[in-house]
């Protein structure tokens, strides 16, 4: 439906095998199915580290191996193309795949990266709002829901997950979202007038102590909310700061192909970082920080 119907320009293949065959080497999926029978124009990119076999990546319909830089094609692609191994007609394609999609995103008239931007427009959250609405699934209930306000006096809500609610997955998949309403603090909002809304934590999900929240954390420099994350030439701080850059979210990416690019400015990617934030607790008392 992404594809024929929604016509989607790029396609990520997955970690997993199906039937014994790496989805980013699979040529009956990527090339015959995909390619060929729906007729797809983007490319194919592999998911962060599933681009396994060289030859059969390339053979098998991936286009473009991620992250960089390169390391199961790169040199080995061009080797395994010198060997006729993998067939120039194949990287044409590939590149071809790469360039249109380029050129429909203006990148090729425009290579300038351009800062990120979002519109918190009005219309898009009520749509926003009733997928959301329209998406979940009950899978239980005895004649409690929908309940009226007029209905009832009180109301409990327990778990810690209503006081702070979890809107987005883990991994990669990550927004930093205009605003968030989390369920206790809706709830609280929507019966604030004759219904006596009553929380308790109850018991704890996370399975290691959580990070330090981002509400008690500021830049000791600018005094906006953050750490401030600065990057030094060479392994023990001795060196030159080569970039600095404040972090919003609790999550900070160190692998190859995440956070902030500074491998790029040196030959030798030999780098520490430091993080600095300043801590204002609500409470007066001793804390355990994570």
Request: glycine share 10%; proline share 4%.
């Amino acid at each position: 439906m992404g594809v024929k119907q929604g016509g989607a320009l790029s396609v990520m293949s997955a970690y997993n095998q199906l039937n014994n065959i790496y989805c980013s080497s699979h040529e009956e999926l990527l090339i015959n199915i995909l390619k060929e029978e729906w007729n797809f124009p983007g490319y194919v990119v592999s998911d962060w580290g599933a681009a396994l076999q060289t030859i059969e990546n390339a053979n098998g319909g991936l286009d473009c191996e991620m992250p960089g830089p390169a390391k199961t094609w790169g040199e080995n692609l061009v080797k395994a193309v010198k060997d006729n191994k993998v067939e120039d007609v194949l990287i044409d394609d590939k590149v071809k795949r790469i360039l249109r999609i380029a050129e429909f995103t203006g990148r090729l008239d425009n290579p300038e990266e351009k800062p990120e931007v979002s519109n918190n427009l009005e219309e898009d959250r009520k749509l926003i709002k009733k997928a959301a609405a329209e998406s979940m699934v009950l899978l239980k209930n005895k004649n409690v829901l929908p309940f009226s306000k007029s209905d009832i006096k009180s109301l409990a809500v327990i778990g810690p997950n209503a006081e702070k609610g979890q809107f987005i997955g883990g991994g990669s998949a990550t927004v930093k979202p205009h605003y968030v309403v989390h369920p206790l603090e809706g709830l609280t909002e929507n019966l604030k007038e004759g219904v006596e809304v009553k929380y308790a934590k109850g018991c704890h999900t996370h399975k290691f102590l959580p990070a330090v929240g981002k509400d008690l954390i500021s830049c000791p420099k600018t005094g906006e909310s953050g750490y401030l994350v600065e990057f030094y030439k060479g392994e023990d701080f001795s060196g030159d700061v080569l970039e600095s850059s404040i972090m919003k979210g609790g999550r900070f990416w160190a692998l190859t192909g995440f956070g902030i690019d500074v491998a790029s400015k040196m030959e030798t990617p030999s780098l520490s970082v430091r993080f600095r934030a300043s801590l204002s607790p609500k409470i007066s008392g001793e804390h355990i920080l994570s």
